[in-house]
């Protein structure tokens, strides 16, 4: 599927300024300032100065909440956007309401007590954010994620995301039965977006820890639906 990008100039305006640059950015800046996000339920609050606040907002990680302070923004990350910029960018620390800050395996245990597939759903994440896409929430979609190639400003989502695991035989439960495959399709052509599905391979037992991650392998699919249309000759008469 070529990309499908918002107005003229669009894609010279996202070939100018790679994702991977801004990414980059972001994190020089995060571990200058000894960023640290705060746990709220199932996000992760970040105060951002002027700078940052455009960092983010250009590489597409959280979203704004509205404040009164003039020269600081606050964003609501995701636990998988928060965990990304902790665990692989290592550009944040994370504390508790206490002003505690959390080890990684405190901060591991505390997003699997709020999403108990939060391991599969991070490694998905993270897979796709290594290979330079922009990810965001899916919901609206009735999957896991969405990924695009830039800023959604410049371009149209490419993927509707499901992350599955291989191991517990997709214990979420979704893609088990024809009616769910058939919806989910459906839902994906008629926003002009292909469903990949990412198996998620767990290769160790058990999430205690974070080390884990590096055992898991992800597998990519893309599902489309056929179109009978597109598999006929021409007008060939019989």
Known sequence: MAPRWKGKGAETKALADPISEIVSQLQS???????RGLLSGMSVL????????DLLNRACFGRPKVTAEENEQWFQLSMEEAFYLYHSLMCIKIVD????EQNINELWKYMISK??????????YSHLRSKKWVVRLGSQYGVHFVAYRHHPALVHSDYAVLALSARN???NGRLRVWSDFQCTLRLCGSVAKTLLVLNITEYQGGAASPSCLESYGVEERTITRWCPKQCREGNTKY
């Open 29 to 35: 800046s995060l571990v200058q300032s000894n960023s």
């Open 46 to 53: 970040l105060k951002a100065n002027a700078a940052q606040t």
């Open 97 to 100: 309401h206490d002003d505690c």
């Open 115 to 124: 999403k108990e597939n939060f391991p599969v759903l991070y490694k998905a």
């Open 169 to 171: 035989g997709n214990a």
